[in-house]
């Protein structure tokens, strides 16, 4: 591949020119251990040998961890290898940047508590083979395939039916209803009962074939004194905690795309058990992992008084890691995966994808775009994908297809869910002509439709302001040759002057800096672009002849889009603040508030506008303004013939103001004496 030290040392404005080796871990590797001891940040640009070069480093107690980037798979070795100088110095560029500050931590602590569930025999069978590593227990959930116990009771065995598994690594919790009329805790394995069948309904499971049995109870009669077979048992339910769960019944309890961590349901093939027991013998012990989202409950656009606006994130959750608590959501960070789906569908940011941050990826976006073309580079096309599956797509692509266009600069997240509008719109007006993510087949296909919507939002809002071509795309990609026929089939699309600007945390700010510089430098002005339904921007429409500014919908809004006149009866709109949650819509009692999805570009959207207004009823006896005119005459019109309204007096205190009605009510007020209450 061709290597140009000298064209990348000036893309990377580094004072000198850069040497290429040839042979770095072998007769060059000394040139390594002398950059690792001069103490300065070394990056090496091949992954292949980077255990070599780890270890190297490892040996001379470098004070600097060494960075591995891959210029042979996603940029030399390709039909356009000639042409990716600028795409090497941007992903030289992308190694260089800081690492981000480290996040929280989550932690499990697992003590090898295993449970295995799923019929007898094959429960036995690999419970016998781990009772001498882990604490090992067995749920029989089915009594087909019958199985045999043994005469050595080595572990524990129950059997029942699961109503629930909850928890995760180091903390499941088992419910199950104890459904055979043997109690297996009870049980001595002593045979009797399977002599005494006459239908032969017991085996060495002993668990009754409740199809085969006549009722005959001669097994009760045998048991004996020791009352393990019971027919008529009050007590049924049953539960205990493990640290982990092999799931061999068919189907699974969990049938979720990514069950938690510490639960493994490999089905009937002996491999993929084998492969599944491989794994949770390595799961005892402390482990952490990084707490991959940040929630911010105070623009939560969940609920407000019981009454359910957004639900997103739980509707996208593949782990099941998010719930409804009350107003607001809760996310049980054991179970959450670190997809990142939920903060690319969130409309307000309040939920926020920390692993990496945005600010983090768009530092590293900022010095691949601003390097790529600083070295002559042009329509740079962004490339996101996961570091499993999809890696593999890309590396498989370079060494046995036609490679990576020159301009395809791939960049990888740990999850590509999490790759959300900030960040795509955000990429586009920092310099990128497309962005494209790859789902190579291990991401759950709900993430696929989130992207998918996202990125039509996106696109109106470009098409919208005049950029043509494809801007975003999802590639779904099961092999490489797919890959390969999207990607050198992609036309460059419209692209703008890189801004200047840095991608922030907070997802409606990041969004609405990349909304001014796409305008600024658009093809076509436009201060209203429409949206299609869901998008997280837009108007609320009231009609005011419904309308009765109770002001329901003040209170509901969570983002202060909706705001009361104070002093006059105005219900005022904040275009920009609205996520379009729609909890002003379904508080309304008069069901006067519609949504309509548009972007608004103008300054309009961040000024205060009225939606609806009236002329002010005051208070007959102070005179201060306190409600409208319309509304007392609605309440005197239908209280005037209500019997608790017919004392003198009393439909005039309904155009007082509080203050004054408890005025008049105490003035008013017949006193009582103790010797005319009556018995």
């Given at each position: ?7 990348l ?16 871990c ?10 690792l ?54 992903l ?59 005469p ?238 999809g890696?593999?797509?890309l ?17 990888e ?20 002509s497309?962005?494209v ?67 922030s ?29 869901g ?34 009866p ?28 548009r ?29 409208t ?51």
């Amino acid at each position: 591949m061709t290597v140009d030290g000298s064209s990348l040392a000036k893309a990377l404005q580094l004072e000198s020119s850069l040497t290429v080796h040839s042979q770095l871990c072998r007769r060059q590797i000394g040139e390594v251990e002398a950059a690792l001891r001069s103490g300065r940040e070394t990056v090496v640009a091949c992954t292949q040998e980077a255990p070599l070069f780890t270890e190297v480093a490892a040996s001379l107690d470098a004070q600097v961890p060494v960075r591995f980037v891959n210029l042979r798979e996603t940029a030399g070795w390709s039909r356009e290898g000639r042409a990716a100088g600028p795409k090497m110095a941007a992903l030289l560029a992308a190694a260089m940047v800081p690492d981000p500050e480290p996040v929280p931590r989550v932690t499990y602590k697992s003590g090898g508590r295993l449970l295995i569930i799923g019929q007898g025999a094959a429960c036995v069978g690999w419970a016998d083979r781990l009772a001498d590593q882990l604490d090992v227990s067995v749920l029989i959930s089915s009594v087909s395939g019958g199985g045999d116990l043994g005469p050595e009771r080595r572990y524990p065995v129950f059997s029942g039916r699961v109503k629930h598994i909850r928890g995760y690594l180091g903390a499941f919790e088992v419910q199950w209803e104890q459904v055979n009329p043997i109690d297996l805790e009870v049980c001595t394995r002593c045979g009797a009962c399977i002599r005494a069948c006459p239908e032969r309904a017991i085996d060495f499971s002993y668990q009754i074939d409740l199809d085969r049995c006549k009722a005959h109870r001669q097994c009760v009669a045998a048991c004996g004194d020791i009352r393990a077979v019971d027919f008529e048992r009050a007590e049924r339910d049953r539960s205990e905690t493990y640290d982990l769960i092999l799931d061999l019944s068919d189907p699974p309890y969990f049938r979720i795309p990514q069950p938690p961590q510490g639960y493994f349901a490999p089905g009937r093939d002996p491999l993929d058990q084998a492969l599944a027991v491989q794994q949770l013998v390595r799961m005892v012990g402390e482990f952490e992992k990084p707490k991959f989202f940040v929630y911010r409950e105070s623009i939560c656009a969940h609920g407000r008084s019981k009454i359910v606006g957004c639900t997103k994130c739980i509707g996208v959750c593949s782990t099941a890691a998010i719930s409804e608590e009350g107003d607001y959501v809760k996310v049980e960070p054991h179970l959450c995966m670190g997809c990142g789906g939920c903060a690319t569908v969130c409309p307000s940011g309040a939920m926020r994808y920390a692993y990496p941050r945005v600010a983090d990826m768009g530092a590293r976006l900022r010095a691949i775009l601003q390097t790529y073309l600083r070295a002559g580079g042009k329509d740079p096309c962004i490339l996101f994908h996961n570091p499993t599956d999809g890696r593999e797509r890309l590396l498989n692509l370079g060494r046995r297809g036609r490679g990576l266009p020159a301009r395809v600069i791939p960049v990888e997240t740990f999850h590509v869910a999490s790759v959300g509008l900030d960040l795509m719109l955000g990429s586009i007006a920092l310099g990128a002509s497309q962005v494209v993510v790859l789902s190579a087949g291990s991401e759950a296909a709900d993430y696929v439709v989130a992207l998918r919507q996202q990125m039509a939002f996106g696109q109106e809002i470009l098409h919208g302001l005049g950029y043509a071509g494809t801007h975003l795309q999802v590639v779904e990609a099961a092999d490489e040759e797919a890959l390969e026929e999207v990607l050198w089939n992609l036309p460059p699309a419209r692209s703008c002057p890189p801004a200047t600007f840095n991608l922030s945390d907070d997802k409606r700010t990041t969004l609405d800096f990349a909304f001014d510089h796409l305008a600024k430098h658009a093809p076509r002005r436009a201060s209203v672009i429409a949206l299609s339904a869901g998008a997280p921007y837009g108007e609320v429409r009231v009609d005011k002849e419904r309308c009765t500014l109770c002001m329901a919908c003040v209170g509901a809004c969570p983002e202060s889009a909706l705001l009361d006149g104070k002093e006059l009866p105005q219900l005022k709109f904040i275009e920009s603040n609205c996520v379009q949650c729609g909890l002003c819509a379904k508080t309304c009692p008069e069901d006067a508030i519609t949504l309509a999805p548009r972007l608004l570009l103008s300054q309009e959207a961040k000024e205060p506008r009225i939606l609806n207004e009236a002329e002010p009823f005051h208070c007959v006896k102070c005179g201060k303004p306190f409600a409208t005119k319309r509304m007392i005459d609605n309440m005197t019109a239908k209280l005037g013939s209500h019997s608790m309204f017919s004392e003198a007096g009393a439909l005039t205190r309904l155009q007082m103001c509080a203050d004054c009605r408890v005025i008049d009510l105490m003035q008013g007020e017949k006193p009582v004496s103790i010797f005319e209450v009556t018995r």
